[in-house]
C-alpha cells in the first residue's frame, strides 16, 4: 500500500514539487472532526518513507513537520512499512473483526442465551476494541496490502492451530510454554508509547 | 470447568454445609495482593451457578454477599456457564495468546527488523493487553473447559478464513460486510460494564 502509493505518487509530481510518504501510528476507531484532538500525535510514532528518489530538503520539511505535532519520526523503505504495519497493526484488526463475528455466528447459531455486551467483561471490550473502526477504510487497508495481509493471517492461523492442537492433546506444559511466551512478549509492549491506531 | 467444579463440590459437602458456585467476572491481567482493589466488583457482572440440589438459603446469602461487593449477580446453570466464558473470556484469551505468539514468529523467522514495542500503537497492545494474563491459571481454564474452548477455537478459525478468503479474492464489497457485522456487534458491547478480565 504505502510501497504502491509512493511510487504512483512519485511518478505523477510536477517538477519543482516533492512527495515524502508520511504515516502517523496514531488514531481512534472513530473517525471525524468531533473526535479530533490536539494530543493524538504526541508521542506516536511517525513513519517516513523516502526512496531513492526523495527530495532531501522535502524529507527534513516533512520530518520537522511531524516532530512539530510531537511525533517521534522513523524513517523507512514504504515496502517494509507496508509489511511492518501488516504485522502491528492490519493483522490485528482482522483478529478483531473476525473475533466479533466469530462470536456472533457462536450466539445466532448455537447459544442464543449468550449476551455479548451482558457477559463479557474488560478482556473482550480491549480485545475487540479495534473492531469498531472504520469497515471502508479497514476494506481498502486489507485489499492495498493484500499480499502481507493474507501471508500474516496465515501466521496467525498457524499460532491458533498449534495453540488448538496442545489444548485438544491436554498438552499442560507445552500450553504453559505458549502462554509464557506470548505474555513475555506482551510485556515488551509496555515498553513502547501507549497510542492508539 | 465450572460444571465439574460444582459436581465435584456438591458430592463432598458434610451435611449442614452447602456448596454455591461463583464466578466474579472482573479481575486484572496482574495477579498478587499489590494489584488488590476495593473497586474491582463494582458495576461487574457476578455469576451465580446453582444447580438442582444448592440450598436455596445458602443461595441467597452468597448472592447477596456478592451484591455488597457491588456486583450485578446473574444466576446461570454451571454448564452454561462454561459455554458463555468460553466465548466471552476464554476464546479472547486463545486469540491474544496466539497473536503475541504469531507476531513473535514473523519477527524472529522472516522480518528481523520488526520492533513489536517501536512499531505499535494502541491496537496492539489493547488487542493483546489480556496475553499478559498468568500462564499457569489460563492453562488450567483452557484444560478444564477443553471441549467448549477447542470448538469456540474452531469457530474463530472458520470466521478467520472467510476473511483471509475475501480479502485473497479482493471482494471489496463483502470485506466491508463483513467488517460492518464486526463493527456493529463490537458497538454493542459498550452499553455492557467496562471492567476487566
Same mark, same amino acid.
Given at each position: 500500500m504505502k510501497g504502491t502509493l509512493v511510487e504512483r505518487s512519485e511518478a505523477v509530481m510536477p517538477a519543482g514539487v516533492h512527495f515524502v510518504g508520511a504515516h502517523p501510528i496514531a488514531g481512534k476507531e472513530k473517525t471525524g472532526? +468531533?473526535?479530533? $484532538?490536539? /494530543? /493524538?500525535?504526541?508521542g506516536a510514532r511517525c513513519i517516513v518513507t523516502p526512496t531513492k528518489s526523495t527530495d532531501p530538503q522535502a524529507l527534513e520539511r516533512i520530518k520537522q513537520l511531524w516532530e512539530e505535532t510531537g511525533s517521534i519520526v522513523l524513517t523507512m523503505d514504504p515496502h517494509l512499512h507496508d509489511q511492518i504495519l501488516g504485522a502491528v497493526s492490519h493483522l490485528p484488526h482482522v483478529a478483531a473483526f473476525a473475533l466479533m463475528n466469530a462470536l456472533a455466528d457462536v450466539r445466532d447459531r448455537? %447459544?442464543? $442465551? %449468550?449476551d455479548l455486551a451482558r457477559h463479557s467483561g474488560g478482556g473482550l471490550r480491549d480485545t475487540t476494541r479495534? +473492531? +469498531? $473502526?472504520?469497515p471502508e477504510m479497514w476494506r481498502d487497508i486489507f485489499l492495498w496490502n493484500r499480499g502481507n495481509v493474507v501471508s500474516l493471517i496465515e501466521k496467525y492461523q498457524q499460532a491458533l492451530e498449534e495453540l488448538k492442537h496442545l489444548i485438544k492433546a491436554g498438552e499442560a506444559a507445552k500450553i504453559e510454554q505458549a502462554l509464557e511466551r506470548a505474555k513475555g512478549e506482551r510485556e515488551k509492549l509496555n515498553a513502547g508509547s501507549a497510542v492508539a491506531v
Amino acid at each position: 500500500m504505502k510501497g504502491t502509493l509512493v511510487e504512483r505518487s512519485e511518478a505523477v509530481m510536477p517538477a519543482g514539487v516533492h512527495f515524502v510518504g508520511a504515516h502517523p501510528i496514531a488514531g481512534k476507531e472513530k473517525t471525524g472532526v +468531533a473526535e479530533g $484532538s490536539d /494530543l /493524538l500525535f504526541k508521542g506516536a510514532r511517525c513513519i517516513v518513507t523516502p526512496t531513492k528518489s526523495t527530495d532531501p530538503q522535502a524529507l527534513e520539511r516533512i520530518k520537522q513537520l511531524w516532530e512539530e505535532t510531537g511525533s517521534i519520526v522513523l524513517t523507512m523503505d514504504p515496502h517494509l512499512h507496508d509489511q511492518i504495519l501488516g504485522a502491528v497493526s492490519h493483522l490485528p484488526h482482522v483478529a478483531a473483526f473476525a473475533l466479533m463475528n466469530a462470536l456472533a455466528d457462536v450466539r445466532d447459531r448455537q %447459544l442464543p $442465551s %449468550l449476551d455479548l455486551a451482558r457477559h463479557s467483561g474488560g478482556g473482550l471490550r480491549d480485545t475487540t476494541r479495534i +473492531a +469498531a $473502526s472504520s469497515p471502508e477504510m479497514w476494506r481498502d487497508i486489507f485489499l492495498w496490502n493484500r499480499g502481507n495481509v493474507v501471508s500474516l493471517i496465515e501466521k496467525y492461523q498457524q499460532a491458533l492451530e498449534e495453540l488448538k492442537h496442545l489444548i485438544k492433546a491436554g498438552e499442560a506444559a507445552k500450553i504453559e510454554q505458549a502462554l509464557e511466551r506470548a505474555k513475555g512478549e506482551r510485556e515488551k509492549l509496555n515498553a513502547g508509547s501507549a497510542v492508539a491506531v
